[in-house]
């Protein structure tokens, strides 16, 4: 088989329409894989061969229809590995003169305060995992440049045509990676155990009711004088057993 046999179109964009767009912008707060599956030395080499070659021929059936005008996209790619997609992609703008048409490549991110055995740490974590933004001209060369760039899936989109973000939804995000106000982690859920490690309370172990985030407060039931006791903590008075 061929090597135009084989390369994909632009047809296999991610479908969806425009509300399961907005809801994933809205919705995908999924946790950070831990692990992420990337394809081994020899198939990323592959790719990259194909990426160099790719700047011309798409393919006539699922003919990507080009635009002038500069615009974000969504683009998929394997998580854990958006940083390591991000980097070879610049260097293969650099390598084959795309800045004219590929501007910017973003992993959306947010500073979060992580409450872990009652302390606080502040750390990064990616809003949508395995997902990177790109702001570019969309064209048959700049998708291929784009698409062939090893740990790239595919372009967000409907149908054979990768989605552009609104003017609005752009904003939204970056909104919100430059929030000055952290974002709140805990490790506990409602349900789950906990130990009080601070105040009159301290050692009683008890059962989450409720975690209120805007004000960094949990409410746990504990066990006194044989009934329950519901008690207004600070996240840092409480640790996941």
């Not at 390598?95 to 740490?121: A, C, D, T, W, Y």
């Not at 784009?146 to 409907?158: A, E, I, K, S």
Request: charged residues 35%; proline residues 5%.
């Amino acid at each position: 088989m061929s090597w135009e046999e084989e390369r994909p179109s632009p047809s296999e964009s991610f479908e969806v329409d425009e509300e399961s767009l907005e809801e994933l912008l809205r919705e995908l707060e999924i946790e950070e894989t831990a692990t992420a599956s990337i394809r081994d030395q020899e198939e990323e080499g592959r790719e990259e061969e194909e990426g160099r070659m790719a700047v011309s021929q798409v393919g006539e059936e699922g003919q990507l229809v080009a635009s002038r005008e500069r615009a974000w996209y969504i683009v998929h790619c394997y998580a854990g590995s958006e940083h390591k997609v991000k980097h070879s992609l610049e260097q293969r703008i650099a390598s084959l003169g795309m800045q004219n048409k590929i501007f910017n490549i973003v992993v959306p991110e947010e500073e979060e305060i992580e409450i872990r055995e009652g302390k606080k740490r502040p750390v990064r974590r990616r809003i949508y995992p395995g997902y990177i933004l790109v702001e570019m001209i969309m064209d048959e060369d700049s998708w291929a440049v784009v698409r062939f760039t090893p740990g790239v899936t595919g372009f967000v989109g409907m149908g054979n045509q990768p989605t552009p973000l609104r003017p609005e939804e752009v904003q939204a995000i970056f909104k919100r990676m430059e929030s000055k106000a952290p974002r709140i982690r805990v490790t506990f859920k409602p349900g789950q155990k906990v130990r009080i490690t601070e105040g009159p309370f301290a050692d009683f172990v008890g059962i989450v009711d409720d975690i209120d985030l805007d004000k960094a407060k949990v409410r746990v039931l504990v066990s006194f004088f044989g009934r329950e006791t519901p008690v207004e903590l600070d996240f840092t008075q409480v640790e996941k057993i």
